[in-house]
């Protein structure tokens, strides 16, 4: 079954404590949270988690500190109970021609396996560069060329204003997206929007990813006017999603 979950990127501009953020995460209902890398968890941020009852969807940091500092989030992992890293973004240059993304591949495929080796999934979360093309895209490119251990959060906003379907893109990738964010956004404008009022067909998303059997529906909003509310309401929109499994 589909669980559901708040990046919390999205209470980013929000100026209160980890814990409080997970506190407002769990106000909507959800199964559980992403959360970023910032060393080891703190007692407060752990008593968060077990009071909410609300499970870590994944941790999400950079590339240098997945190479760098493997033993400490393989540490934080075991604290925070989960299984999953996920890697945030890689920026254009990765991804700027065939040698590129071919070496990207390579580099993803590699920390796949370090990460496994640690009884850890690595997963890569999308942006826009990697749909970018018209024809064939870089992503498709770095799907055929990475390990089966890559697997994927695809951004359905991001993915949506390049002009391709979000929808395909899940299919495409199959048994390999684990998770799906729910971003919505007005494509024309690359602005972002709270969850149904912008151009992403939401439901259809929702519904393609719970078909495809991905493991977390994720809601985030980069630049929401009220981090709150956005939250609040956004994330609890996925309650409805949920219940199509």
């Known amino acids: ?81 989960t299984k999953t890293v996920i890697l945030g973004h890689l920026n254009e240059t990765y991804f700027e021609s065939t040698d590129a993304t071919r070496q990207t591949a390579t580099l993803l495929s590699t920390l796949a396996e370090q990460y496994q080796n640690h009884g850890l999934r690595f997963l890569y979360h999308t942006h826009r560069h990697e749909f970018a093309t018209d024809e064939q895209t870089a992503f498709d490119l770095l799907f055929d060329n990475t390990d089966d251990a890559v697997e994927f959060e695809l951004d359905c906003g991001w993915i949506g204003v390049t002009g391709k379907d979000p929808n395909t893109v899940i299919e495409k990738v199959g048994n390999r997206t684990a998770s799906v964010h729910l971003k919505d956004m007005d494509f024309d404008d690359e602005e972002f929007t709270n969850l149904g009022e912008g151009d992403l067909d939401v439901e259809r998303a929702a519904r393609t990813a719970v078909e495809t059997d991905v493991d977390w529906l994720v809601y985030e909003h980069e630049n929401p006017a009220d981090p709150v509310e956005s939250v609040v309401t956004g994330a609890s929109k996925l309650r409805q999603f949920k219940q199509m499994d």
Do not use: H, W
Not at 22 to 39: M, P, R, S, Y
């Open 1 to 81: 079954m589909v669980k559901t979950a708040v990046q919390l990127y999205t209470l980013r501009d929000f100026d209160v404590s980890d814990p409080k953020k997970i506190q407002i995460a769990a106000e909507t209902d959800v199964d559980g949270v992403e959360i970023e890398f910032n060393g080891p968890p703190s007692e407060a941020t752990l008593e968060a988690l077990e009071e909410t009852g609300l499970e870590v969807a994944g941790l999400t940091t950079g590339l240098d500190v997945l190479r760098e500092k493997m033993t400490e989030v393989v540490e934080a992992c075991e604290i925070l109970d």
